[in-house]
C-alpha cells in the first residue's frame, strides 16, 4: 500500500496513521502500486479461506480474523437462468460487515488504537462488537432504538458498551462525532475511516475467483455504500493486476421505497444525494438517509450503465421469502430487496435473459425475525 487519497480532491496523504475523513470532509481511498506480478491469481489459489488471502491488496497489518470472507456463491436457477446468490449471511456475526470490521479493527489494532466507536443500524454494531472482542479492545456502539432485539443482544454479549438512541443512525454519527475526542474513541463510522472499504472490496475479488469473469450485472442493497464503491474500486485494481480487462458488471443499487437518497439524486442526475426525510424501512441495514460517499456511489452505478432503483417493503419482505424458499439461503430484507429489483429489471428487459446476474444476500435473516415472521 503507498498512501491514501481524498475520494474528492485526490489530495494525498501518508498511510502510517489513524485517519478519519479528509480535510474535504470526504472518503480516504487506500491506494496501492498493482502490477501483473503483485498478485497473480495462482499464487493465492491455495490460501486460507478467508478475506486475508488477498493480504497484497489490503493494508499493512497483523491479519485479525474470525472466518470471514470466501462466502459461497450459489447458482440459483429457479430465480432465473443465470443468475446466482451471494450468501453474506454466512460470515462471522451473520452479515458483510464483518468483511469491513475484521480490516478496520485489525488497522486500528496496528495503530495502537484502544476504543472504537461506531453508529450502526445492527451489523454493523455487531461485526464491531465481535472483532473487538477478538482483538481484546473496546467498543462503543450506538443505535437507533427501535433496531432489532438481535443486534443488541450480540453486542453486549460480546462486551460492547450499547447506547439506545432515539433517532435514526445519522443521529447515532453525531453522537460519537461530538463526544469522540472526550472519550478518546476512533471513529470506525462507515466510510468515516479507509479500511472497512477495503475489507468489503474483497467481494468483488471472490466473485472474479469463482466465475473466472466479471458477472454482467451486480445487485446491491445500498446503506452507507460500503459494498458498492469498494466492489467497483476492486475492479479497477484486478485491471491493474491483470486479473481482468476493461468489462465492467453494471451495478445496480437497490434502496427502499422510504429511504432512497440515491435512488431519487440517481434519478433528478445529481452528482451529490441530498439527506432522504422521515426515513423509514424494516430493512435496517438501507435505512441511511445521508450518505457521505454519495456521489462514489452514483459515480459507480453512472459508469458501469447500471440504476439505482427502490423496492417497497412489502416487496422486499415477499421477496426475501422467495429467496429462502427457492434457494435455501435464509435471506434478510436487504437481500430480498436485491431480489424484487432484479424482478422488475427482468421485466422491463434492463436485464436480458442471459445475463449472468450476481444478488446479494447481505445478511442472515436470523438477525430480522420481527420483520420476516
Ligand atoms: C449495512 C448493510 C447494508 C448496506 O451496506 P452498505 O455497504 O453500507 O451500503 C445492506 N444489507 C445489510 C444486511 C447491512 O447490514
Redesign the pocket.
Known amino acids: 500500500m503507498n498512501h491514501l487519497e481524498c475520494s474528492l480532491t485526490g489530495e494525498r496523504f501518508p498511510a502510517d496513521r489513524a485517519w478519519n475523513l479528509s480535510p474535504a470532509g470526504r472518503p480516504l481511498l487506500a491506494r496501492y502500486d498493482l502490477r501483473p506480478d503483485t498478485m497473480p491469481r495462482v499464487r493465492i489459489r491455495d490460501r486460507e479461506p478467508n478475506l486475508w488471502r488477498y493480504r497484497e491488496v489490503l493494508p499493512p497489518c497483523e491479519p485479525l480474523t474470525l472466518g470471514e470472507g470466501l462466502t459461497p456463491l450459489h447458482w440459483t436457477p429457479r430465480l432465473g437462468p443465470r443468475w446466482y446468490v451471494k450468501d ?1 449471511g454466512v460470515n462471522p456475526s451473520a ?3 464483518a468483511r ?1 470490521m475484521a480490516v478496520a479493527v485489525a488497522v486500528a489494532r496496528h495503530l495502537g488504537l484502544r476504543k472504537l466507536a461506531a453508529p450502526s ?4 454494531a455487531g461485526a464491531l462488537a465481535a472483532y473487538a472482542a477478538k482483538a481484546g479492545l473496546e467498543a462503543f456502539v450506538f443505535m437507533p432504538a427501535d433496531t432489532p432485539r438481535a443486534f443488541v443482544v450480540e453486542c453486549r454479549n460480546h462486551g460492547a458498551r450499547v447506547e439506545l438512541v432515539d433517532g435514526l443512525i445519522t443521529d447515532c454519527g453525531a453522537i460519537v462525532a461530538a463526544r469522540k475526542e472526550a472519550e478518546g474513541w476512533f471513529d470506525v463510522s ?1 466510510l468515516k475511516e479507509p479500511y472497512r472499504l477495503e475489507g ?1 472490496k474483497t467481494m468483488a475479488y471472490e466473485l472474479v475467483e469463482d466465475l473466472g469473469r466479471v458477472p454482467d450485472a451486480i445487485v ?11 466492489m467497483w474500486k476492486a475492479f479497477a485494481e484486478m485491471e491493474a493486476l491483470g486479473w481482468i480487462g476493461p468489462e465492467r458488471p453494471k451495478m445496480i443499487s437497490v434502496q427502499a421505497e422510504g429511504c432512497a437518497p440515491m435512488a431519487r439524486a440517481f434519478g433528478r442526475g445529481e452528482r451529490f444525494a441530498k439527506e432522504f426525510p422521515n426515513a423509514r424501512t424494516v ?4 435505512r ?1 438517509p445521508k ?1 457521505v460517499g454519495d456521489f462514489l ?1 452514483l459515480d459507480a452505478v453512472r459508469s458501469s450503465e447500471g440504476t439505482a432503483r427502490t423496492v417497497t417493503d412489502d416487496a422486499m419482505i415477499a421477496a426475501a421469502k422467495e429467496m429462502s424458499r427457492l434457494t435455501g439461503v435464509f435471506a ?4 430480498g430487496a436485491t431480489l424484487a429489483c432484479a424482478r422488475d429489471l427482468a421485466e422491463e428487459g434492463f436485464l436480458k435473459p442471459d445475463d449472468l446476474v450476481v444478488l ?1 444476500n ?2 442472515s435473516g436470523v438477525k430480522y425475525l420481527e420483520a420476516l415472521a
Open positions: 453474506e452479515s458483510f460487515k469491513g443500524a445492527g451489523n454493523a462507515t468489503k446491491y442493497p445500498t446503506g452507507g455504500g460500503t459494498g458498492l464503491i469498494g430493512a435496517s441495514g438501507l441511511v450518505a456511489i434478510c430484507p436487504e437481500g446479494f447481505t445478511g
